[in-house]
């Protein structure tokens, strides 16, 4: 009987081991507690485990065995069959790696002690990233003397928890690059619970070439896993599908230099994790402050002006960020400095405006992901003081007293002059600078003019006057301005110029010029009229002449057949000068 027993129980056994290959249909691999033989990755919410395990396919081997904690629940990544009778609970049986030298047969890596083949050796190890994700590092050694080419891959049954059959879909930038796998927990879920990263951008990851998903009975070959992959499959690269699952990613022809040694990583993550892009964490792990220094030549817009964003940045994951910027509707920037997830950040960077934007000059700023999605920023914007409407300022005349002018701009009305800085003549500028702190940037120049004053002068001239031997001149006063008029008279006869006033007996015209001061407008000579000074024996105004004799006289009252000389003289009654 107990032969009987025991042959029953190995014929079972049997039997359920047959099944673990073509998976038993009712599973588990959500943990209440922590399984044995798994280590907490440094604080993050993910478990590892690398002892021998069954996989369905390949059979048994040392993979990387991956747990994710859930709401204190721990949820496998990978699949497993369960133990004798399907009653024991297993974690799955892990992702598994294989490499292949200059060529050679592809060899499986053992996780836990490593591998070596063909003069390359090949191990594992885990490193915590961001909250929820590890990253899975493949360090490859060369100890051969000449330079080797390799390829080296991951191949994975996957399945969370219980679900053997979760959606599998690919994860890509706004670039529609592919960076990575995610799959939900099952059909009816937004957000994914598992995420394989490994595409060009992601932090912690060696950009792969080539990768698939579909059945998971496929591609599991060492020889397939580093790159040669069946495409006439089950299910091949079918998104959202609900089907048992599996997926692989590879890199190739990778040169190692001898004693050379290379790493090889992708990242892992197994949480409750929005990953729909843009991928932005929320306020507690995203802050930021954006502000310009050194203000002293904030208005001369022909130069760079230095500005810096800081704040702090931790994702869950731990994809390092970028913060990018753009300057009046320039070309993006990036600032190359990452944001380093969990860490603060403080980066400097260059705005420069365009000169010919007289009205708003705005920096924006966005977030980047490291893949290109990317989430806008509140920017700052300042106003162009060129943009302003300015009425108030106007030319006007020097008349001794400060001009004050009521300005207007900005919707405000200042007083402007009050200082007294506008009362001499001259040409001027007022200048309305920009206020950072005001949100306004650039310089306005007005120009105006305050014009000298015009000499204003009376000229009064002497009658005519009976010679007496004294000088008789003419009196100029000054009634605006300030310059000494020059006062000369000219003897209409001679044309001799006097600067004094006259005694002689003559005719004088009188000519007066006022020289240009600072503040006024000069006069230049003119005749302001005649006086005569005569005798009084001759003097034409005791003439009788009788005008239709057409005779001439002197200013003595001499008869004349005709003028023969300068001098002045009578004829039909009227003056005539000859010169």
């Known amino acids: 009987m107990k032969k009987l027993t025991l042959l029953m129980l190995l014929l079972i056994a049997g039997a359920f081991a047959t099944n673990a290959q073509e998976k038993e249909p009712m599973r588990s691999a959500i943990f209440d507690n922590l399984p044995s033989e798994f280590t907490q990755l440094g604080n993050t919410s993910i478990y590892y485990s690398m002892i021998?395990?069954?996989?369905?396919?390949?059979?048994?081997?040392?993979?990387?065995?991956?747990?994710?904690?859930?709401?204190?629940?721990?949820?496998?990544?990978?699949?497993?069959?369960?133990g004798l009778l399907g009653f024991i609970k297993r974690a799955g049986a892990g992702f598994l790696a294989a490499f292949q030298v200059d060529g050679n047969n592809a060899v499986q890596v053992n996780a836990r002690t490593g591998t070596t083949a063909n003069g390359v050796t090949f191990n594992t190890s885990l490193e915590p990233q961001g909250d929820v994700a590890a990253r899975i590092i493949y360090t490859l050694t060369n100890t051969n003397d000449q330079a080797v080419t390799v390829n080296a891959g991951v191949w994975g049954d996957i399945m969370i928890g219980d679900n053997d059959r979760?959606?599998?879909?690919?994860?890509?930038?706004?670039?529609?690059?592919?960076?990575?796998?995610?799959?939900?927990?099952?059909n009816t879920q937004n957000t994914p619970l598992l995420c394989a990263l490994f595409g060009e951008g992601v932090t912690g990851a060696t950009p792969i070439d080539d990768y698939w998903f579909g059945f998971y009975r496929n591609n599991y070959y060492p020889y397939q896993i580093v790159g040669s992959y069946s495409t006439n499959i089950s299910n091949y690269m079918q998104e959202n599908g609900n089907y048992d699952c599996g997926m692989g990613f590879c890199?190739?022809?990778?040169?190692?230099?001898?004693?050379?040694?290379?790493?090889?990583?992708?990242?892992?993550?197994?949480g409750e994790i929005d990953y729909e892009e843009p991928v932005?964490?929320?306020?507690?792990?995203?802050?930021?402050?954006?502000?310009?220094?050194?203000?002293?030549?904030?208005?001369?817009?022909?130069?760079?002006?230095?500005?810096?964003i800081w704040g702090y940045y931790e994702h869950p994951y731990g994809q390092n960020g970028y913060i990018e910027y753009q300057v009046d509707g320039g070309e993006w920037i990036r600032i190359e400095q990452p944001l380093i997830s969990?860490?603060?950040?403080?980066?400097?960077?260059?705005?420069?405006?365009?000169?010919?934007?007289?009205?708003?000059?705005?920096?924006?700023?966005?977030?980047?992901?490291?893949?290109?999605?990317?989430?806008?920023?509140?920017?700052?914007?300042?106003?162009?003081?060129?943009?302003?409407?300015?009425?108030?300022?106007?030319?006007?005349?020097?008349?001794?007293?400060?001009?004050?002018?009521?300005?207007?701009?900005?919707?405000?009305?200042?007083?402007?002059?009050?200082?007294?800085?506008?009362v001499e003549p001259g040409d001027y500028f007022y200048q309305i600078f920009g206020d950072y702190d005001q949100n306004t940037i650039g310089i306005y120049t007005v120009e105006f003019t305050i014009d000298k004053g015009q000499t204003e002068i009376i000229v009064t001239l002497p009658e005519d006057v009976m010679y007496d031997g004294e000088a008789h001149g003419a009196t100029v006063q000054v009634v605006v301005g300030d310059g000494t008029p020059i006062v000369t008279y000219v003897n209409?006869?001679?044309?001799?110029?006097?600067?004094?006033?006259?005694?002689?007996?003559?005719?004088?015209?009188?000519?007066v010029e006022v020289p240009e001061t600072d503040y006024y407008y000069g006069l230049e000579a003119d005749s302001y009229g005649q006086f005569q000074i005569y005798r009084k024996s001759t003097a034409v105004e005791e003439l009788t002449i009788n005008e239709d004799n057409g005779a001439w006289y002197t200013i003595e009252g001499i008869r004349v057949n005709a003028p023969s000389q300068r001098g002045i003289y009578i004829h039909n009654g009227k003056k005539y000068v000859v010169k």
């Open 166 to 186: 979760a959606p599998l879909e690919r994860l890509k930038n706004s670039q529609d690059y592919v960076y990575g796998i995610k799959m939900k927990y099952q």
């Open 280 to 308: 932005v964490p929320g306020e507690d792990h995203f802050t930021y402050e954006v502000e310009a220094y050194n203000i002293d030549a904030w208005n001369d817009l022909g130069t760079g002006h230095p500005a810096h």
């Open 492 to 511: 209409v006869a001679t044309g001799e110029i006097l600067t004094e006033a006259p005694v002689e007996v003559g005719i004088y015209d009188v000519i």
């Open 342 to 422: 969990g860490e603060d950040y403080d980066l400097e960077f260059i705005m420069r405006f365009d000169l010919e934007n007289i009205t708003l000059h705005t920096l924006n700023l966005r977030f980047n992901d490291g893949l290109d999605n990317y989430t806008e920023l509140n920017g700052l914007s300042w106003t162009d003081v060129r943009s302003f409407n300015v009425e108030g300022f106007e030319d006007r005349t020097y008349n001794g007293e400060p001009q004050i002018y009521n300005v207007t701009y900005d919707g405000e009305i200042y007083v402007v002059g009050t200082e007294g800085e506008y």
């Open 52 to 82: 021998e395990r069954q996989a369905a396919g390949p059979g048994t081997i040392v993979g990387v065995s991956i747990l994710g904690e859930i709401n204190d629940r721990y949820y496998s990544s990978t699949y497993e069959s369960n």
């Open 251 to 270: 890199w190739k022809n990778r040169v190692i230099e001898p004693g050379e040694t290379i790493e090889l990583s992708w990242v892992i993550s197994v």
